[in-house]
């Protein structure tokens, strides 16, 4: 980004609005840029102060107990973090009063050096960036890879004013934090797919890819656009971007993008077809990481990465933790922890993707969605599905008939009913459909528990 685009917050008064992770990344960021800041959250006045602790020397209000007004007050900005909608009343009387409403990523994007990649879709993200992040560093470039996943961008942004150059910042971007953009600019910008998801906090889907389709909104002929080709959502709401479109598909060969011919990857972004990788070579496995390999080679492609760079990560790469993760094979059933599986398109992939019988354990928090497919997809792959957490009923309710259903009080109930229902040949897959939030504190506390209670299996 130009210094021009940089804010002078020196002696101003933020408020954060949301004190996460991102919000106290943010908090880092402000407090080196010189503002007076105010933090704002649901948590008790207590359970800020013990966040707060060792974050910044600064000295810094606090406001618990959801008590927004009072600390938008006076603001001359708000920074808002990702899980607090941009609809919430308190900020809509501020934005009326003339406060800026701003999010960590824009604030991020302020202050970075090196060329932006964002990533975003229903699905797949994580792994994408990841990957991207392997093969950019393989190629002998300086990366950072986070957003979303891991590492907030303000972090990046810290380094950035203290000297470091990027050669690329690689961001996972969601949909909540595009919400609340205004000069965001990614040289590359990606929607890997759009499936409903979130529709508890959007009144359509169509409003949730307007979400997403923000992310190309302040691109210029000079940058790139990549889509998947195959994506229905996609096909149904085409995005607008000034940026070049590169496409790419399992289903069609694609003119200046990157598809699937006789089960090899290959690319003709550089005008002639060119060979990447054969899916046999790739470690990653099922078609929704055939899409997210196929979306990093394109970016890799336009990064300046060399073919034989490109296709040795590639073949190297194995993966995230939490997403189509085997765990153990004992006594030839096969245990894979798919916790980030928290909407529908994500578990139904995961099942298309398994050849084998599976015993799938799902459930959790709803998240306003339907299901639509998932019927479908349990009948022609599930032996047996059972259902924990709060959805279980609701969840037991719709799949009744597409296969054996049952229902546990716990994970470790369901582990040890899912092997005791298990025979050579079978896999158990936990892909929840659902969000983790009633039992457990995220999907990666999912994963993990999971993960333990197969080891204990005797």
Not at 249 to 267: A, D
Not at 347 to 358: C, D, F, G, N, Q
Not at 374 to 389: D, N, R, S, T, Y
Request: net charge negative; with cysteine.
């Amino acid at each position: 980004m130009s210094d021009g685009l940089r804010l002078d917050l020196q002696g101003k008064r933020v408020a954060v609005i949301g004190f996460g992770r991102s919000g106290q990344s943010a908090l880092r960021l402000l407090s080196v840029l010189g503002a007076r800041v105010a933090v704002a959250d649901r948590k008790p006045e207590s359970e800020l102060a013990e966040a707060l602790s060792g974050v910044v020397d600064s000295p810094v209000e606090l406001f618990g107990d959801g008590q927004y007004e009072e600390a938008l007050r006076g603001s001359d900005l708000a920074l808002i973090s990702p899980g607090v909608p941009m609809a919430l009343e308190p900020l809509q009387r501020a934005r009326a009063t003339g406060i800026p409403l701003l999010g960590e990523l824009e604030l991020a994007s302020r202050y970075l050096t090196g060329r932006l990649i964002a990533i975003t879709g229903t699905n797949g993200k994580s792994t994408t960036i990841s990957l991207i992040g392997e093969l950019l560093r393989n190629a002998g470039f300086d990366a950072f890879v986070g957003g979303n996943l891991g590492t907030p961008l303000t972090e990046a942004a810290l380094v950035s004013l203290q000297g470091r150059r990027w050669d690329f910042v690689v961001a996972e971007v969601s949909s909540f934090q595009l919400e609340s953009i205004e000069l965001f600019h990614p040289w590359i910008a990606a929607i890997l797919n759009i499936t409903p998801d979130h529709l508890d906090r959007y009144p359509s889907l169509k409003a949730y890819a307007a979400a997403k389709a923000r992310v190309f909104e302040n691109q210029t002929a000079d940058d790139y656009a990549i889509l998947n080709a195959d994506d229905v959502g996609l096909a149904t709401f085409r995005p607008c971007s000034l940026g070049r479109q590169v496409r790419f598909s399992r289903k069609e060969t694609v003119t200046g993008g990157v598809f699937l011919q006789r089960e090899t990857i290959v690319s003709n972004l550089q005008g002639v077809p060119e060979d990447v990788v054969r899916i046999a070579d790739l470690q990653l496995r099922g078609v929704h990481n055939l899409e997210n390999v196929m979306a990093a080679t394109a970016v890799a492609i336009l990064a300046g990465c060399s073919m034989n760079t490109i296709r040795r990560t590639l073949q190297e790469f194995r993966g995230l933790e939490h997403v189509m993760e085997i765990v153990r094979i004992l006594r030839d059933v096969t245990y894979i922890n798919d916790s980030k599986g928290t909407n529908v398109d994500a578990t139904i992939k995961a099942l298309e993707s398994l050849p084998r019988p599976v015993i799938l354990i799902a459930g959790g928090r709803e998240k306003g969605e339907q299901y639509p497919g998932l019927v479908e997809a349990v009948h022609g792959k599930a032996k047996q599905v059972i259902l924990i957490g709060e959805a279980r009923a609701h969840l037991r309710e719709i799949l009744q008939g597409a296969a054996p259903v049952s229902t546990a009080g716990t994970l470790a109930d369901a582990v040890r009913q899912a092997a005791s229902l298990a025979v050579a040949g079978d896999t158990v897959l936990l892909s929840p459909v659902c969000a983790s939030f009633d039992m457990f504190q995220d999907y990666k506390d999912r994963g993990r528990q999971f993960k333990e209670r197969v080891h204990e299996l005797a």
